[in-house]
């Protein structure tokens, strides 16, 4: 008969080391390994900074520039040459800290507001230099998107498809300490997509904006 | 034995709990979540209007405004006046927020008063009336004898508005010298009147969104071509 204590001791120090093996495999997982003649492992934080129009950006950010136009004469075709200039543009910058290990950005951009915006999300690049031009002819992009499609929500599809395609694509680059990736979102109100029209000019609109960063060996 | 399975099952829920614990301990660790709003509110504009008379600044204070009608009084006759329509300078200044485009509808009534002199020389009630002007051709604003700066080269059209003929674009200042001095109206005075003449003067000033002329202001398309 085998002491009952002995049985619960027993038990105990098999959770603890099973709890301690976790965390080492997990720990494991979730760590850049340099690959020197004797491996290191470095298991720094990862903190990114994020800056929005060159303002850093730590609340909500409010852009007072927001312009409504036509789908058809104006998104579509541009009637007056002006809806590059129309849009609001906002640049963010996503900077990895020089301590964090090579990383990963998941961003996701969900418009909280039920009215529409149309949204045309592009990357710049990553460590841009002052040479850097930034793209501002939105109206050029838009119809390498759109031309092929006949109707309105057929475009506001491929739009969105777009979208995705552009934050899938961002998160396959790999992020390097103290790099910048920059991504910027031009931004028009659907004047015809509004559902409520009255007092439109007065409402604000919301866009929510998640940039999740993991160790790039952390994920496939 | 029914002591012992039920301590089991105690051990394997704590277990679970340490597990489910670690796990998302160590992930939130090598994982930086950030998240922010971008809250979006249509474009404005400001705009200022900058008058003068010489070098004083024509305030709400100032004795030659209007502040309930919002207009500028204007002496029409005598040079030696302070607020002389020679002396008269009127800017506008602008930054719109969002891509527009501007018009402006300058409003002067001209009021000729004239004061007979009854048989003792003295002023009877005297009589105003309002003076209409043809259009003076390069320099004046239409239908005024008010000058305009040789810079202001807008599109002067029937509904009397003076389109700007160029987009404005966001958060740029613009600057444009409307009106520069002006010429008297030739009063008269003599043995049995004495006649002055005042200039009421307003300024309407429309911006609109660049692309919105044709349903705002019910312009043709090719307006501005």
């Known amino acids: 008969m085998v002491n009952p204590m002995k049985k619960y001791i027993i038990v105990i120090l098999s959770v603890l080391l099973l709890t301690g093996s976790l965390f080492s495999i997990s720990f494991a997982w979730f760590t850049y390994i340099k690959r020197k003649s004797v491996a290191t492992f470095v298991s720094n934080e990862i903190l990114v900074d994020l800056e929005v129009n060159d303002a850093i950006f730590i609340d909500d950010y409010v852009l007072s520039d927001l312009a409504f136009v036509d789908f058809q004469n104006d998104f579509i075709e541009d009637q007056y040459g002006l809806i590059d200039s129309l849009a609001s543009s906002i640049i963010i910058n996503i900077e990895l800290s020089n301590s964090s290990p090579l990383s990963r950005h998941f961003i996701q951009i969900q418009e909280l507001s039920t009215e529409g915006l149309l949204l045309l999300i592009m990357y710049e690049g990553l460590d841009l230099t002052s040479e850097h031009v930034f793209e501002s002819s939105y109206h050029a992009l838009l119809m390498t998107i759109l031309s092929e499609y006949a109707t309105k929500q057929e475009m506001i599809d491929a739009l969105e498809l777009y979208n995705s395609s552009v934050l899938e694509g961002l998160s396959t680059i790999l992020v390097y300490p103290g790099s910048v990736m920059t991504i910027q979102i031009a931004v028009w109100g659907d004047y015809d997509g509004l559902i409520e029209k009255d007092g439109y000019l007065s409402d604000t609109y919301r866009l929510d904006l998640t940039i999740e960063s993991i160790n790039a060996r952390g994920v496939s | ?225």
Request: charged share 20%.
């Open chain 2, 1 to 225: 034995m029914t002591f012992l399975k039920s301590n089991w099952i105690l051990i394997t829920v704590l277990f679970s709990i340490l597990f489910l614990t670690t796990c998302t301990l160590t992930y939130a660790y090598y994982v930086n979540q950030e998240s922010r709003g971008i809250v979006l509110v249509s474009g404005s504009f400001e705009v200022s209007v900058l008058a003068y008379f010489d070098e004083d600044e024509i305030t709400v204070e100032s004795p030659y405004y209007e502040v309930e009608n919002q207009v500028i009084v204007v002496n029409a006759f005598d040079e030696t006046s302070q607020n002389y329509i020679g002396k008269l300078k009127i800017s506008i200044e602008i930054i719109p927020r969002i891509t527009a485009r501007m018009r402006i509808q300058l409003q002067d009534e001209w009021l000729l008063t004239r004061t007979f002199l009854d048989e003792n020389g003295l002023p009877t009630v005297p009589v105003v009336e309002s003076v209409y002007h043809t259009p003076k051709g390069e320099g004046y604003y239409p239908f005024s004898l008010l000058k305009t700066d040789s810079s202001f080269l807008p599109i002067y059209a029937s509904d009397s508005y003076a389109y700007i003929d160029e987009v404005l674009n966001k958060n740029t200042l613009y600057r444009y010298d409307v009106i520069i001095g002006g010429d008297p109206y030739p009063v008269r005075s003599n043995y049995y009147y004495t006649e002055t003449c005042m200039v009421r003067l307003g300024l309407i000033i429309d911006v609109i969104q660049a692309n919105r002329f044709q349903e705002l202001w019910g312009l043709e398309e090719t307006f501005y071509n």
